[in-house]
């Protein structure tokens, strides 16, 4: 059994939290300085990851390689198997028509104003394909959707991964709590209590930031009413949903909340005419079809509708496989927890990836798809995603191989030792985590302990710490190479992902900063934020 090393060099924490690091820097500089793409990015950070890993940290050869493929097994499925699936849904809604009558949908219902329609589609819109699926997919939908409303491909990836922070916490019907529960041994009820504590700040804020920056503060304020229903109608929700209903349904009946309020109060308010934001409705009507605009609704309900059913009647369980992964379960000791690390593959054949791919026959059934436009859209799938698919792999491999060599122990124990400060840095632990991982998920299972061990040690209180994990995550998916990847799959920045990153890291800091300074307010002066 291999024993991991928290202080490999000279005994040293600070030296040895340096080269831990590395990889990441490698990751973080690939991306955001050199612009490369993320598959690029990802296999540096791998390589360097295992250079690290087994000179420095001596973590034996195949161990080191075991980690990697169990993480990239653990991608394909189920992670990218949602991911997957779901950008089927959408090829198949282009495919059928379905996604220019959406399109035009809204166009005939919103204002005529670009900054209406980013919060009604990357806000409300985005929120609901998250709550549903998320990894990444409500990115490559959204965005996409807003460049054919006359968005440039930039602008929508970036204003849609920022909104992306308000719902993933509770995405894919609540995994990343239930996780978060599971690796803690905390109420999984109470950590998403406390979650919903947090992140209706940011919800309520996001509309506001997001159209400041895209806009410009003037013309921001000049739409402040549809951003306050917009953004308070769901972080309302989002707060009554996790605190007194079912931390599960929390995303779904958040998005539905504010994407219903918002449209019917764009019926009795709308923004005076500004030419600089208006639609060239002329060029949209140009593609208008004969299919109605209400059909342009039909992928989505249906995918909402079997998704939920699924969820709800644990269908996924069935046929739940859990495979201890050979030669690599129990075969490293956790030095900082005293315990075998496990490694335990869950495979679920009817994942939510399966649901979703329910939801695709069907919709191809009900919109009357021929077979063989089905199997182009499957084609179109494969050629959007594959590169996705190994730029996942890489990304979570490089987790798997840092958490199982103790890399990412020695940084956590390195954030740690902050002392007082740790609940301004705690933050960043999830941040880092979801960076890498690419979920929010992952995220916690990576870090979650690891800020309870830190809570117990330096009396802080562990369900907020676990929590702030969750949160923190959040504000890392805009810069994750794994979310922008599948992201920009169905636009024409694939490959240039660095770009994207470029845009959208700022941002990422800035928001993980404010939530650090609420989690030590909660910490120290708003104690009864936080649930008993």
Do not use: C
Request: hydrophobic share 55%; no cysteine.
């Amino acid at each position: 059994m291999f024993h991991q090393l928290l202080t490999p060099i000279g005994n040293s924490l600070f030296p040895s939290f340096i080269v831990a690091a590395l990889p990441i820097i490698v990751v973080l500089i690939l991306l955001g300085w050199a612009r490369r793409p993320a598959w690029q990015a990802s296999l540096a950070g791998l390589i360097v990851g295992l250079v690290v890993a087994i000179f420095v940290w001596q973590f034996p050869v195949g161990l080191a390689i075991n980690s990697v493929v169990a993480g990239a097994v653990f991608a394909v499925w189920p992670v990218m198997w949602i991911v997957v699936t779901a950008i089927l849904l959408y090829n198949i809604a282009v495919r059928s028509g379905r996604f220019a009558a959406f399109r035009m949908w809204m166009i005939d219902h919103l204002p005529n104003d670009r900054r209406i329609v980013l919060v009604v589609i990357g806000f409300s819109f985005g929120a609901l394909l998250e709550g549903i699926s998320g990894f990444g997919t409500p990115i490559a939908i959204t965005s996409s959707l807003l460049i054919m409303m006359g968005f440039p491909t930039l602008e929508a990836l970036t204003f849609t991964l920022i909104f992306n922070t308000a719902p993933v916490a509770f995405g894919a019907l609540g995994v990343p709590i239930t996780v978060l529960g599971a690796v803690t041994h905390l109420p999984a009820d109470t950590l998403g209590k406390m979650v919903g504590r947090q992140l209706p700040f940011f919800a309520f804020l996001l509309p506001f930031y997001v159209m400041a920056v895209y806009a410009g503060f003037r013309k921001m304020a000049a739409i402040w009413p549809v951003l306050l229903v917009a953004g308070g109608s769901f972080a309302l929700t989002q707060f009554v949903t996790s605190n007194y209903i079912n931390y599960s349904l929390t995303d779904v009946l958040s998005s539905l909340v504010s994407l219903v309020i918002t449209i019917l109060f764009l019926r009795v308010w709308r923004p005076a005419p500004d030419p600089e934001f208006a639609i060239n409705v002329d060029r949209a009507s140009e593609v208008r079809s004969e299919i109605s605009g209400i059909q342009g609704w039909y992928p989505w309900l249906i995918v909402s509708a079997v998704v939920i059913i699924w969820t709800v009647a644990k269908v996924f369980l069935i046929g739940d496989v859990k495979v201890p992964w050979p030669g690599l379960d129990k075969a490293v000791y956790i030095t900082l927890y005293n315990q075998p690390y496990g490694a335990i593959w869950d495979f679920q054949p009817l994942a939510t990836g399966t649901a979703i791919l329910v939801a695709a026959i069907i919709t191809s059934f009900v919109v009357g798809l021929k077979p063989s436009e089905f199997g182009r859209a499957v084609v179109d799938t494969w050629v959007q995603t594959r590169i996705a698919i190994f730029t996942v792999a890489t990304i979570v491999g490089l987790a798997y191989l840092m958490n199982y060599s103790g890399l990412n122990y020695t940084l956590g124990l390195g954030v740690a030792s902050v002392g007082a400060f740790f609940p301004l840095v705690s933050a960043f632990l999830g941040w880092v985590a979801v960076f890498l991982s690419g979920s929010d998920t992952s995220g916690n299972a990576l870090f979650g302990n690891l800020q309870v061990v830190a809570a117990n040690q330096l009396g802080l209180h562990p369900v907020l710490m676990a929590a702030t994990n969750s949160s923190g995550g959040v504000m890392g998916k805009m810069i994750s190479p794994q979310n922008i990847s599948t992201g920009v799959a169905t636009t024409e920045l694939k490959g240039k992902e660095g770009v994207v990153f470029a845009k959208t890291f700022k941002h990422s800091i800035v928001l993980t900063i404010v939530l650090g300074i609420l989690v030590w307010l909660q910490q120290n002066y708003l104690q009864g934020m936080i649930p008993h």
